[in-house]
Nanobody, 124 residues
């Protein structure tokens, strides 16, 4: 599966953004879709993951209650709604997919397929 993330940009503290992840291939609906981020000089961080059917979600501790992951398999799309953004949310965000249960992404902190990143900058 090929993935392409979009929707990044510059936003002020407390603002919102919605990232999109376009998947190609008829098997998109078989994969858990995840979001990771990497800030300059920092390690990659798990953000969120949603199961193949949308029924199960997990979030990183730093985004719980502020971010919401979703998907639309009919459109081969994944989404990350980000609210109450903070300067520490500034990073390149990557969408990813894994042919497994969503919790495997949490345990392994990785995925099988990766899209290019989209930059989110939160200004104060």
């Amino acid at each position: 599966v090929q993935l392409q993330a979009s929707g990044g940009g510059l936003v002020q503290v407390g603002g919102s953004l919605r990232l999109s992840c376009a998947g190609s291939g008829h098997t998109f609906g078989n994969y858990a879709v995840a979001w990771f981020r990497q800030a300059p000089g920092k390690a990659r961080e798990f953000v969120a993951v949603i199961s193949w059917d949308g029924g199960v979600t997990y979030y990183g501790d730093s985004v719980k209650g502020r971010f919401t992951v979703s998907r639309d398999n009919a459109k081969n799309m994944g989404y990350l709604q980000m609210n109450s953004l903070k300067p520490e949310d500034t990073a390149v965000y990557y969408c990813a997919a894994k042919d497994s249960e969503a919790r495997a992404v949490v345990y392994l902190q990785t995925a099988d397929y990766w899209g290019q990143g989209t930059l989110v900058t939160v200004s104060s």
